[in-house]
T-cell receptor, first 115, second 114 residues
Framework: AQSVTQLGSHVSVSEGALVLLRCNYS??????LFWYVQYPNQGLQLLLK??????LVKGINGFEAEFKKSETSFHLTKPSAHMSDAAEYFC?????????????FGSGTRLQVQP | KAGVTQTPRYLIKTRGQQVTLSCSPI?????VSWYQQTPGQGLQFLFE???????NKGNFPGRFSGRQFSNSRSEMNVSTLELGDSALYLC?????????????FGPGTRLTVT
């Protein structure tokens, strides 16, 4: 069984500050991991993915995440927050070894950016 | 390249009715998955279709069903609607080859059951 835990349902940062959104996973096999962002009244947009290549993954909009097997973590970071980053962020894990594509999502973290 | 499209975007139904939602995947994508998003349960996987066959199913009652057509377009159906079925239903498509596991989501269909 797989699961994803996102610590902190709400995170507030000042514009220009570091963004750190936490994600820990549980998987019986090496996981594929994803971060998605959801803006109000929209679907999910893929930010970045980890699929067993480089452990430091760069995504869109200046976000990156580091896969740490020893800590079972895949935290999302951005050096400098922008007002447009305010949204809800979801970490997800995939059971890739079965060839199937069901994603298990965390409960989400709402990021607020203060001017 | 056009993204995943879903129709309709908004829907209001009455308890006991049934509803059909439609999804057109990105061109060339053969896998289509459906998810339900609610404030209480979050994002939950419903089912995945590939080559017109359901190959993966989440933990939802049989009232939730789907199908996929030869052009990879997919529909999902919910029969005998309940108030708890009110949710955002998201469709996602994927290339379905062994090198690509990311899914691309549509804007969703917001279903309200009264």
């Amino acid at each position: 069984a797989q699961s994803v835990t996102q610590l902190g349902s709400h995170v507030s940062v000042s514009e220009g500050a570091l963004v750190l959104l936490r994600c820990n996973y549980s998987s019986s096999v090496p996981p594929y991991l994803f971060w998605y962002v959801q803006y109000p009244n929209q679907g999910l947009q893929l930010l970045l993915k980890y699929t067993s290549a480089a452990t430091l993954v760069k995504g869109i909009n200046g976000f990156e995440a580091e896969f740490k097997k020893s800590e079972t973590s895949f935290h999302l970071t951005k050096p400098s927050a922008h007002m447009s980053d305010a949204a809800e962020y979801f970490c997800a894990v995939s059971r890739h070894h079965t060839g199937r594509r069901a994603l298990t999502f965390g409960s989400g973290t709402r990021l607020q950016v203060q001017p | 390249k056009a993204g995943v499209t879903q129709t309709p975007r908004y829907l209001i139904k009455t308890r006991g009715q049934q509803v059909t939602l439609s999804c057109s995947p990105i061109s060339g994508h053969r896998s289509v998955s459906w998810y339900q998003q609610t404030p209480g349960q979050g994002l939950q996987f419903l089912f995945e279709y590939f080559s017109e066959t359901q190959r993966n199913k989440g933990n939802f009652p049989g009232r939730f069903s789907g199908r996929q057509f030869s052009n990879s377009r997919s529909e999902m159906n919910v029969s005998t609607l309940e108030l708890g079925d009110s949710a955002l239903y998201l469709c996602a498509s994927s290339r379905a080859d062994s090198s690509s596991y990311e899914q691309y989501f549509g804007p969703g269909t917001r279903l309200t059951v009264t």
